[in-house]
């Protein structure tokens, strides 16, 4: 029995709805595009031949006809919690404004630069960056073509707009309810090195620690920003575990690795040994407890602003270049309790 091959279906162009409806290819480009030049005969004529063949119209080509592409690329690490609750405010806040959202991530086997340098390729208007951590030399030489806005990261230069968390007072916050609750030897675990972010969590753990008075109880312990980071960052805890009964970790994702590493180990959490996250990302409400204590980063607001500075520089405002900080709240969930 002879088997015969299945031809792929034909993709429908706009030059098929242009030969089923009887006019000109530009003619259906105007219609799609949604500019002057159809009558309304002509629009209906094109609308109907297109639903009839299946055609489905090239966003990305016609954002690319228009004098901007109206897309905003967005640059995240794929493993963060926090930046998976961006998301959805960015996508709101674009859309609100007429644009479309590019997303590019990085990984461990995906770099930074490479989610970058496709955004760029994509041809979008602006770039908004998550939690970069890219030298600033190299958001500099990105700025110089498009308008850069970082979220969640300190820059020395003014280079396009950053938005981001006060952190100082972040840190600040989770070791002051620790210390009311009666702990002393409060440990930090960091974000793990070649990190602002890290850095600026970790001089900020140190202030909050010396204003409390408990200069000579501090511990910082390597971590990073993933779930298996936290497994390991537990791991160092234990091994060399002294009085310790807290622990502010770097990020929520990292808090989320160190609580099932130390419950696994025996250890309970908060009874023997109080946790508190970072970001308030929803991955701070379905831990292995009833709920994170974290200290929460204010997403919508955060998300809203880089769209909006985005769009500005777009669309041509004069603003000069400039920092936006938002203050940090404190979220109690069951992770924390009275020293025992």
Known sequence: MTQHAVEPKKRVT????????GVSPGLVSIVFNDVPGASDANRRRVRQAARELGYRPDARASLLRRRHARLLGVSFFVQSAF???????????????GYEVALSGWTADRTEDHSIDALVGFRCDALILLGPEAPEARLEVVAEDLPVITVGRRLVRPIGDSIRTDDAVGMRLAVEHLAALGHRDIAHVDGGPDNVKAEDRVAGYRAAMEAAGLAGRMRVIPGGQTVEAGAEAAARLLAGRGAETAVVAFDDDLAWGLVAALQAAGVSVPGDLSVVGYDGSRLSRIMPLSGLTTVRQDAEGMAALAVERAVRRVEGDDVAPGEIVLPPTLTIGSSSARRA
């Open 83 to 97: 930046h998976g609750d961006l998301l959805p405010g960015i996508y709101a806040a674009a859309g609100a404004a």
């Open 14 to 21: 706009i030059k098929d709805v242009a030969r089923a409806a």
